[in-house]
């Protein structure tokens, strides 16, 4: 153990680089590239996801080799959270040896193979990754290139599954391709000089373990000689002894803990012999496995006659040290248990068997840190509560949440050097739990994630019962249209949706081209569109989102992802952030939280996603006295990893100098849009395009509507309704007759004018004899001030006066007061609230020359 | 306004019954008599205080037709459309729409294939009360019994969720009466109307809202982005008839169905309801209604007083009844109360009999609460009572008038009302 001293006085610290990004379902923040940065050394290593790495193993002659595919923090875990997934590649002298004869022929000895054993522990500290290496794909046939047979290369020709080597597969192939294309690019030049220090170190290191380890290895493969440029670093390197906080704790105490640890280790194979057994033999293989590594370390005996090689291999990787073989053991016992899933024996049956052997370990495993006690009491509870898979999937999520709250405040601890080992040893064995968090199978992740709290809550998922919303359907299924007139009426109701949107092909391209071109930089932008409604703001967008769908399917631009809030459709506007984090999450959350996560989303690096398309209609709804819902709707856009394009819509033109305040103005930037409201022809055409091939309306009829319309308001709505109030008119007028005829402009005029005429004049001619009295003598009091109000005594005794005159009997006081709220009711007159009775103010809604009108035509 | 008009009704309801209960205790043997005549007084009652769908309409067959082709289209071709009805007080609206529900509901394919959602401005006083109620009335799944759970927020878009999903063909049509309307306008960014119209504007499920408002500038209450989604129908009832047509109208609403079970006296009835309308001094009291105010309840409302006056000993309406009821339904409210008025200016023209200081305040006060005088606005606390500023809310011939009615007015108080009012 001693032996690993040598690697682990160097100081290694990580970094990342860039802004998080927030990952969908784990909810964890994902990154994409990370800085590695070697204590004594000014060089520094970025890696980047997609890159392949070394990653330290118990053979440090031939460190595993893998590929980053995704880099994350893992907030769950106390000390060292920051975390990779991996793609794992296997060396030949991996493989079992009694399956290496499948192969057939030689292996070359930088050749690796694409591990694809889905059940293997993909996650990794990202404190093993060594360094950046190159990897390449070759055909099967292919030799391998002499120019690049430097150990710094690999050569990858086929997948290893565990029981058969397969030629890669195309998309496979396609992939490596792509990669190796972007390969110079990763590689940043000033990354050159740390890589090669990085890889010797661990080179050198391999050599002096190498004697020790070479009884447990089954197959060496010649070692490469070091170079001594390296060396001199290493030793260098050797001089800094800041502890860090996984590898320091190894060096200081990898002998004194020796004891301790082999002991831990005892229990826990001992609890995964136990539960091994009422299992199917393929599990039990692993025990056994386990525990003649830790008794003999002679692992190659057993691999033989094993039959599930990922074990044997996993098996091989917890020679690492003795720590890691805890949690090794740990993830070894989920792929098993993840195989005996798909075997006919229920595992529902069986955890909990698993479980009490567990508890009853319990008094054993008190050197463990208490989140394991905690562990095991909740599987425990697992035991009687007998949940089904799908509440815990829902837990698990539950759990990610909540474990990310818990954890957020701590700040990211491990790599403070004042950390000393008393603290950092219980930490690190807290890691274990949190190991399998990321594991393939949720069932067993929150009996091991959740700190025990209410088992009820298991039960019980947070999210409300899901209903879902759903207006019932109709029985009877609805009549198509019979006649042509039926059909017309059909096309042109406003909620038909139009396989083109004529006269708007120039805000289209605009439109097209600001967010294609988006989506092909990979960055944000905003865009504000303007215009009366009515002017088929919504709907060109809408289109060029269908569009760029459409375009999306056949990968001519990247796909992306299409979020739609509509600023009416809130309660208010701070619940934009719920809706946009459901709809681009699926998660609720309340409006202050979703905000918090919106930010974490947008602001911070995440791995490569595609790019979110957001569309905000009716903007003006959201402003707030803040202004801060507006503002982070167009801050999010500006941050480089957001890759997010807001498009907004409002009705007015100038709603950004208006309303907003110069900081958020500024931030909406330049883009602007402004949909003209449509004019005669294009109105005439809209209704053209919507009716072809269909003899409805006569020629002339269209065009009467057309240029009413434009002339009115150019809303295409209005234009629309109109004529199908007019084809209902037709209709109406042709019932007699058999054969409807087509609509003509007596019919649109009429339409016209029950949509547009004033109302006020023929309510004046249908009030009643009084009611006309009345506003006689509010026009005659009016003409006597010289005022446009008067109180309601005024009005009175002038129309007492009025009725004089003209020899009629005048009415009380109370009727006429019956008669005056009357007309205010209506809006004929405005009037104050009633309580001042007599002093009542009334005024006239209609002008005058209107209230003239109507009561000379008699 | 409906309100305080609904009062009265409901007491003279009260006040027919026990009429109608005296006269049959009183007289035994004109027991079949009497039960005749409640039936008579129940279906008349009915028909003008409920508005039953069973009584006919009358001048609005354009926008009845109008009304239920709109319908129709939405129950039976899933279009989504959007109307207003528009009128004064009063002219049926309401029994406009109730008609035409009742009709589309007697169509066999229609009845099962529709859901109705009622709403009422004077009910649903903000959206979010509004949303529950559409919540609870279409039986989404997210009502348990007779509540509905869930923030404001969450009910809003699960509602707009739900009405998304369906489409034109499938989808139960949904029709939206909202009775009120103005007042729906009032409601914060109009979210409601503005979410409702959009529905009738867009491929989802397809709705029908229907606008119950007496506003003529209703469109201008309209924000215009919800103006423009609003298909802009209105149907407008404005009581366009005649006079020769009310008294149709008066006729016909006070003569007894064909279905009454005593067709003899069902025919004696309707004779006389015949001749009254036919009757000088009935058409002059009709024409002085009629002037007054064109609206069907009004009239109502006479004949529901004439009504009352029906007793088994007095069978059939007479002239003298109808004239009686005009009488008090014209009555000026003022003038029954000037009797307190008096003391208090009594009081105030000096004369010989001197109340103490007290009994003129407590008149004083009397007249406050009766609201024949009021204070002038904002009164500073501090004021005396004795030297507050009021104003008096009658008119000179209020005045005037009530005295001549009221028999024991002391001369004094008759001499100062010639003499200062007319100088006023």
Known sequence: MASYNTRQKTRKTYSWVGRPLLDRKLSHQTYKEISVKIEGCSTQTHIQVGQFVLIEGEDDQNPYIAKLIELFEDDSKPCSRKCARVQWFIRFCEVAPCKQHFLGRKPDAQEIFWYDYPACDDNINIETVIGPVRVVALAPDEVIPMDLKNEKTFFVKLSWNGKKFRPLSPELFAEFDKLQGEGPKCQKPRTKNAESPSWCTAENVAKRIESRHSASIPCQIPTHPAIPTARKKLEFRSFSRTPDAKISQKTSCGSLDSPRKTKRKATFSETTSHSKRPQPDGIKTSSPALKALEKTGEVGLFCADDKESPECHMILRTRVSAVKTTWISETNLTPTRGGQRSSAVPYVDLKPEYIKKREAKEPEAQNEATSISHRVRRKSSLLTLNRIRQQLRFLENDKNDQEEKEFLPSAEDSDSSSEDEEVCAPARERRNPCRTSRNLWPFLVPSVQTPSKTPKKALKPRTPHRVTAKIRSRSLAAQEPASVLEEARLRLHVSAVPESLPCREQEFQDIYNFVESKLLDQTGGCMYISGVPGTGKTATVHEVIRCLQQAAQTSDVPPFQYIEVNGMKLTEPHQVYVQILEKLTGQKATANHAAALLAKQFCTRRSPQETTVLLVDELDLLWTHKQDVMYNLFDWPTHKEARLVVLTIANTMDLPERIMMSRVSSRLGLTRMSFQPYTHSQLQQILVSRLKHLKAFEDDAIQLVARKVAALSGDARRCLDICRRATEICEFSHQKQDSPGLVTVAHLMEAVDEMFSSSYITAIKNSSVLEQGFLRAILAEFHRSGLEEATFQQIYSQHVALCRMEGLPYPTMSETMAVCSRLGSCRLLLMEPSRNDLLLRVRLNVSRDDVLYALKEE | ?424
């Open chain 2, 1 to 424: 306004m409906e309100s305080r008009r609904c009062l009265p009704k409901g007491r003279l309801f009260a006040r027919g019954f026990e009429f109608v209960e005296m006269s049959n205790r009183k007289s035994k043997n004109n027991l079949l008599h009497g039960e005749c005549l409640s039936q008579v007084q129940r279906i008349l009652r009915e028909r003008f205080c409920h508005q039953t769908p069973h009584s006919n309409l009358f001048g609005v067959q354009v926008q009845y037709r109008h009304l239920i082709e709109l319908l129709k289209r939405t129950a039976i071709h899933g279009e989504s459309n959007s109307v207003l009805i528009v009128g004064p007080r009063g002219s049926g609206k309401t029994m406009l729409i109730n008609h035409a529900l009742k009709e589309l509901m007697e169509i066999e394919e229609v009845s099962e294939n529709i859901l109705q959602v009622y709403l009422n401005g004077l009910l649903q006083i903000n959206d979010k009360i509004a949303l529950k109620e559409i919540t609870r009335q279409l039986h989404l799944e997210n009502v348990v019994g007779d509540k509905v759970f869930g923030s404001f927020a969450e009910n809003f878009s699960f509602l707009l969720e739900a009405l998304k999903k369906g489409d034109r063909t499938s989808s139960c049509p949904v029709i939206f009466i909202l009775d009120e309307f103005d007042l729906f306008a009032h409601h914060k960014n109009q979210t409601l109307l503005y979410n409702l119209f959009d529905i009738s504007q867009s491929p989802q499920t397809p709705v029908a809202v229907i606008g119950l408002t007496c506003r003529l500038d209703i469109l201008e209450l309209l924000e215009k982005r919800v103006k423009s989604r609003f298909s802009h129908r209105q149907i407008h009832l404005m009581n366009s008839f005649g006079f020769p047509q009310y008294v149709k109208i008066f006729k016909e609403q006070l003569s007894l169905p064909v279905e009454f079970p005593d067709k003899l006296f069902a025919e004696k009835w309707n004779e006389n309801v015949q001749s009254l309308s036919e009757d000088k001094s009935v058409r002059d009291v009709l024409l002085k209604h009629f002037n007054v105010s064109k609206d069907l309840r009004s009239l109502h409302m006479l004949s529901m007083v004439a009504l009352n006056r029906v007793t088994a000993s007095h069978p059939f309406l007479t002239a003298a009844d109808l004239m009686e009821a005009a009488q008090l339904c014209s009555m000026d409210s003022k003038a029954n109360v000037v009797h307190e008025f008096q003391k208090f200016v009594q009081r105030k023209a000096h004369s010989i009999y001197n109340f103490e200081k007290p009994v003129v305040m407590k008149a004083f006060e009397h007249l406050q609460q009766l609201e024949l005088i009021k204070p002038v606005e904002r009164t500073s606390v501090n004021s005396q009572r004795e030297y507050q500023l009021m104003k008096l809310l009658l008119d000179n011939t209020q005045i005037m008038n009530s005295l001549q009615k009221y028999p024991n007015c002391p001369t004094d108080v008759r001499q100062w009302a010639t003499s200062s009012l007319s100088w006023l």
